[in-house]
């Protein structure tokens, strides 16, 4: 159970920002909230993490509801080479490996 | 530096078979984990292996085996092949055991079952 929610698929437009919804309205207090992203035939590359306050880097910035039990994660100019599957991640099995769930597939569009 | 590489970039098996599958991780991290990603998935964990010991499996049948070497390469091997086997087969690559943010992925070996 991946205990995330994401759309299936998303579109914008290039240059706009692309602004990726996650439902984990199960969360425990103490985990993180993980975003990866799997350019086609690549392997997922990490691009942040929080636990409670907002994150940003060079990549993206991610905002936590004060429940925590939603997050956006925000590209804040798309372009096409961000064009991916994205993952939303927030479980820890009893191996301590993150839980992945079919997540979001963002197309940007010229 | 180079990233985690993988080997062979793709494989074709018939039913039966065996196959090793190949993973370099990054200079300096001691930890490689294997994932199984079917089409329209995410990655699903198998293995992984931290200072050459493993330190967690996922829900694979017996036929799936991995082991980790002194340079911290690591192969992966799954025997009496089925069709349901084809799969991307992900290496993933961390100083340490439970880094999550700093895993970092190889490009893959796609596997095809005949």
């Known amino acids: 159970d991946a205990k995330t929610t994401q759309p299936p698929s998303m579109d914008c437009a290039e240059g706009r920002a692309a602004n990726l919804p996650c439902n984990h309205s199960?969360?425990?207090?103490?985990?993180?909230v993980y975003w990866y992203r799997q350019i086609h035939s690549q392997g997922p590359q990490y691009i942040i993490h929080?636990?409670?306050?907002?994150e940003t880097n060079e990549m993206a910035s991610l905002i936590i509801t004060e429940d925590r039990k939603s997050s956006t994660l925000i590209l804040p100019h798309a372009t096409l080479r961000d064009t991916a599957v994205y993952y939303c991640?927030?479980?820890?099995?009893?191996?301590?490996?993150?839980?992945w769930g079919a997540g979001t597939k963002l197309i940007i569009k010229p | 530096d180079a990233g985690v590489t993988q080997s062979p970039t793709h494989l074709i098996k018939t039913r039966g078979q065996h196959v090793t599958l190949r993973c370099s991780p990054i200079?300096?991290?001691?930890?490689v984990s294997w994932y199984q990603q079917v089409l329209g998935q995410g990655p699903q964990f198998i293995f992984q292996?931290?200072?050459?010991?493993?330190?967690g499996r996922g829900n694979f049948p017996d036929r799936f085996s991995a082991r980790q070497f002194p340079n911290y390469s690591s192969e992966l091997n799954v025997n009496a092949l089925l069709l349901g086997d084809s799969a991307l087969y992900l290496c993933?690559?961390?100083?340490?055991?439970?880094?999550?943010?700093?895993?970092?992925f190889g490009p893959g070996t796609r596997l095809t079952v005949l």
């Open positions: 199960t969360i425990s207090g103490n985990e993180y």
């Open positions: 929080g636990l409670k306050n907002n």
């Open positions: 991640i927030v479980r820890v099995d009893s191996n301590y490996q993150l839980i």
């Open positions: 200079s300096g991290h001691k930890s």
């Open positions: 292996y931290y200072e050459k010991e493993e330190r």
């Open positions: 993933a690559s961390s100083p340490g055991p439970r880094t999550y943010n700093e895993q970092f």
